[in-house]
């Protein structure tokens, strides 16, 4: 097909092509946005109680917009926007430069996180209305917005959004209802994302609205604030796009994406809407908030578990992998309080277990046409001082598998506290902040916020931001670690023909409380068309669900030879941005003032997090979430059926309320001698919502270094953060397992040359620390590059030969389809794809780590029902490690590092780097692999309040 000619921009056909200085001078925005130096005092000290000790850092940088100038500039000369990598290096830096961190150095790795800005360090102010400005500090670029009237800061704080994030926001709107690849392109990645995505929050304009008044009906005064709030941030947002539109100065992925004609400024970018916000707020929850789901892939291993053994030791067998309460599980409140939640009752009811060879998925996609059916390419015809610029967004915007279903959410986020009865100063430190993955820009934006009522600094996601999310106060700080409890169930609906008849497993009426009634279906109609950005061919689908009173459809089966249908169900569906009253009440210094406070705010956010407080008094953890009642003796790890006596205490589906878990019975905890959270488990008897929280978990990496800085005494903030740094350079297998595995093999002497030589060079990395770590800053090199790659290479070997013989294939494979056998920094896993830098957070080093100490003779706690490795002989065991291990051997690094985009066959290094996912035109160099959270506080009050 004759490629098609897109209209760009005089700019790009004219003398501009010549990439003359004027074209590369950075247009108003972010990076230059129209204002005046000011003059005077800027900094917050009357409100300020950190004292220069509070810090922060959010790579790549706070700048996110890009016009098309300075994208093509970018792909041409390598240059960036301003302040859209600056904090890039110190954060890079820390991997090398933790081991003589001191506290007078910290700012070397993070910025100063003070209240406003430090005189002669303003770079510009802008006045987007009378009653606010946005002060921008030189250095980093950050909005410092401070208000007269509450509306002017919320205005301010969404103007200074769309300065910042204005294509990002549009971008994850447009993700939020379904409709990614009109907007972005219909690219592969585009597609299976957006399907991923969408039947996990289905809505209508109407639904979305309904949330709105919902929050403004019910909650009080704090909830028609919040709602006046979003207004003003969306009104804020809504003038920049205005004025950045008509200025030119918009990001450069409108006119590549064929939203704006370059030489006409003809086109538009859309309005926002307060529903965009609550689209968004599904985005975010999905990505990090929720918890459960999955319990009909549940169901089939446990089935295949059945299958093999028999019901009882099937069953057995099935829950010692489930691992619900592992007592060895490291856990945050580690002190023996119990909290019991989502257990396994003593004999469930209800229980809705599939009729073997029965389940299908439901179809979700239909209608499929063009590029959409034959994935061709065809691209237009570009300027040729654009071909730089062509087919950008030909993988992708974002992974397909971002938002994959069931109860293993993505990597995400730390926090390591201490207190102040064990600090050098007597007063609590903390090292804490999100894991959202690497992207540019940053899903993640900083600011800080000063009006009536509002006082703080720290981040937001971006389109949601009225209120800081995780930061500090005046005097306190806060973050989250993603908890994912079970707040997600799967009912199973019997079917019905509402006009009478036989029903079948594809029937669309379901009996409620007695009642056949008809499901209703939702779609989504998506087309597109090849870009300048995406080369993908003209095509077009319809996507479909079906939404019950229990929730959406997922698989269709029979039971007892009934069909039925399984459909999944949230407690946060139909809530989305319920949580924006905790998170209101996080930024109110009229509110918060202590502990006890913080921990009331927490309880008003529905999404399932972990939140740590620090104060100059106290340190403090809640778990939040809408924990839903459940009935009776229910077993919430597998599907139940769809009947009155079954279903959540006080359910009404027509909000989708129900009675939930009081804050007594939620984890929390005041002043224990110290936290870490790294998404392991919270307490004791808190069940766990899915596969791999066992004996060994990542949360290992932070608990055993926390807890000896703990007992020795004098923990300072350097201290602290160099455990977390020493943390996220080490392999959690080479630290917690190899030891084990070191055991078994050299329980008689390797003869073999080339396996004793592994075996010398696995011991020395064991010894050194099990580091991934360069040389030195810059060398690119691990200091036991050997050993490294021969772990990698070994360990879904072992895993395969230790447990598959005893398993079979069918249930080892249902097992591992529940749970992967490894997440080492080089595999494609984590919220960007490969290169995310999250790791080890599943895994099943725990079973691994259990079996070989049976093996060994030790001590097991909640063992699995079997010894697996050898079948439990020692010898066996040893022969079936050392085979894989000289399997292992053999493979050369350009097997075990294949290569991508980014990286040579063999780049050891480079395979675990990470490397920000481009959501714009923008892109950055890799930098080393850090297990890390993405935007850090290290924070220490010295000072309270009065």
């Not at 509450?150 to 990002?168: C, I, K, M, P, S």
């Not at 990395?765 to 070994?794: C, E, F, I, L």
């Not at 100490?853 to 010898?875: F, I």
């Not at 890799?926 to 220490?940: G, K, L, S």
Request: hydrophobic residues 35%.
């Amino acid at each position: 097909m004759r490629p098609r000619t897109v209209r760009l921009r005089t700019l790009m056909a004219g003398a501009a092509l010549a990439l003359g200085a004027g074209l590369l001078a950075p247009l108003p925005g972010a990076g230059a946005a129209p204002g005046q130096p000011a003059a005077g005092k800027e900094r917050e000290e009357s409100t300020d109680y950190c004292e220069g000790r509070c810090a922060d850092i959010l790579p790549p940088g706070a700048g996110g917009n890009a016009t098309l100038a300075e994208i093509l500039s970018h792909r041409v000369l390598g240059t960036k926007p301003a302040h859209a990598d600056d904090q890039l290096g110190p954060y890079d830096a820390l991997s090398s430069g933790y081991p003589s961190l001191t506290d007078d150095r910290l700012t070397e790795f993070f910025d100063d996180a003070s209240f406003g800005v430090r005189d002669g360090q303003v770079a510009s102010v802008t006045r987007p209305r009378d009653d606010v400005t946005i002060t921008r500090d030189k250095k980093y670029g950050i909005p410092h917005i401070k208000g007269t009237t509450r509306y002017g800061t919320e205005f301010g704080a969404g103007y200074a959004a769309g300065q910042d994030r204005l294509w990002l926001i549009d971008l994850f709107r447009h993700i939020g209802r379904g409709q990614l690849t009109p907007f972005a392109g219909g690219a592969p990645a585009n597609q299976g994302l957006e399907q991923q995505f969408w039947p996990q929050a289905p809505y209508t304009e109407k639904d979305l609205e309904k949330q709105v008044e919902y929050i403004r009906a019910t909650q009080g005064e704090r909830g028609r604030q919040a709602m006046e709030d979003a207004q003003a941030y969306i009104d804020g947002l809504n003038a920049y796009r205005v004025k950045a539109k008509n200025g030119r100065y918009f990001p450069g992925e409108y006119v590549l994406t064929g939203k704006i004609d370059a030489i006409t400024n003809a086109g538009e970018i859309e309005p926002f809407k307060v529903t965009d916000m609550i689209a968004l707020a599904s985005v975010v929850g999905g990505l990090f908030g929720n918890g459960g789901g999955g319990e009909v892939e549940s169901a089939l291993s446990l089935l295949k578990a059945q299958e093999k053994y028999g019901v009882e030791k099937g069953t057995k067998v099935w829950e010692s992998f489930r691992a619900r309460n592992d007592p060895e599980a490291v856990q945050t409140i580690h002190d023996g309080t119990s909290f019991p939640y989502a257990g396994k009752p003593e004999a469930a009811r209800g229980t809705a277990l599939p009729d073997p060879g029965s389940v299908e998925r439901e179809q979700l996609v239909y209608d499929r046409e063009g590029g959409a059916k034959t994935g061709a390419k065809d691209p237009v015809k570009a300027p040729k001082k654009l071909k730089p610029l062509q087919g950008m967004y030909d993988k992708g915007v974002l992974p397909a598998d971002l938002f994959r279903p069931g109860g293993h959410k993505k990597g995400m986020s730390n926090a390591l506290l201490v207190s102040g009865k064990h600090t050098a100063s007597g007063n609590p430190v903390a090292v804490f902040g999100p894991q959202t993955g690497y992207f540019a820009p940053q899903l993640l934006m900083q600011q800080e916020l000063q009006g009536p009522g509002i006082s703080a600094r720290g981040v937001s996601f971006a389109g949601v931001g009225m209120y800081v999310q995780l930061g500090r106060g005046q005097d306190y700080a806060w973050s989250a670690t993603s908890a994912g409890q079970d707040i997600t169930d799967t009912y199973a609906v019997e079917l019905c023909e509402p006009g009478g008849g036989t029903p079948t497993k594809q029937s669309t009426g379901y009996l409620y409380r007695g009642t056949c009634t008809p499901m209703e279906r939702l779609e989504r109609k998506n087309s597109w068309k090849p870009t300048l950005a995406d080369s993908t061919a003209a095509g077009s689908y319809r996507m479909q669900v079906f939404r019950t009173k229990y929730g959406v459809v997922t698989h269709r089966a029979s039971l007892d030879g009934k069909p039925v249908a399984y459909v999944s169900l949230r407690s946060t569906y139909r809530h989305e941005a319920d949580s924006i009253i905790g998170f209101q009440m996080l930024n109110d210094p009229g509110y918060v003032k202590d502990a006890a406070s913080f921990m009331k705010a927490a309880q008003h956010i529905s999404y399932a997090f972990n939140w740590f407080y620090a104060d100059s008094r106290d340190i403090a953890y809640y778990n939040s979430g809408a924990n839903p009642e459940r009935a009776a003796d229910i077993d919430p790890a597998l599907p139940v059926k769809a009947q009155q006596a079954y279903e959540w205490r006080d359910f009404d589906p027509e909000n989708n309320t129900s009675a939930q878990t009081p804050p007594a019975e939620h984890p929390h905890s005041v002043n224990q001698d110290y936290y870490i959270s790294w998404n392991n488990k919270q307490a004791k008897d808190f069940s766990t919502a899915g596969f791999g929280v066992s004996a060994v978990h990542r949360g290992d990496l932070l608990d055993g270094r926390v807890k000896k800085l703990t007992e020795e005494g004098g923990v300072t903030r350097a201290s602290l953060t160099r455990a977390m740094s020493e943390a996220a350079v080490t392999d959690l297998r080479g630290e917690q397992v190899l030891p084990e595995l070191l055991k078994i093999v050299r329980s008689k002497p390797v003869t073999d040359p080339r396996l004793a030589q592994a075996v010398q060079q696995l011991e020395a990395w064991r010894k050194a620390g099990a580091q991934r770590n360069q040389t030195a800053a810059g060398s690119k090199a691990y200091a036991h590059p050997d050993a490294v790659r021969v772990m990698d290479a070994w360990w879904p070997l072992l895993i395969e030969a230790e447990f598959k013989p005893g398993l079979g294939k069918e249930l080892y494979d249902a097992l591992t389809a529940q749970l992967a056998t490894d997440e080492a920094p080089s595999a494609g896993h984590g919220p960007t794809g490969a290169h995310a830098g999250s790791a080890f957070q599943y895994g099943w080093w725990g079973y691994a780590d259990k079996d070989l100490r049976k093996v060994l003779g030790q001590p097991v706690k909640g063992e699995l029902a079997h010894t697996y490795c050898g079948d439990g002989k020692l010898d066996a065991c040893r022969d079936a490690l050392l085979t894989t291990l000289a399997q292992a051997v053999a493979k050369p690094a350009t097997e075990v590092y294949p290569g991508d985009d980014a990286c040579k066959p063999g780049d050891q290094w480079c395979a675990d780097a990470i490397i920000h996912r481009a959501l714009g035109g923008i892109t950055h160099k890799p930098v080393q692999w850090q297990n890390r959270p993405t935007y850090q506080q290290v924070v220490e009050f010295p000072r309270h309040r009065p």
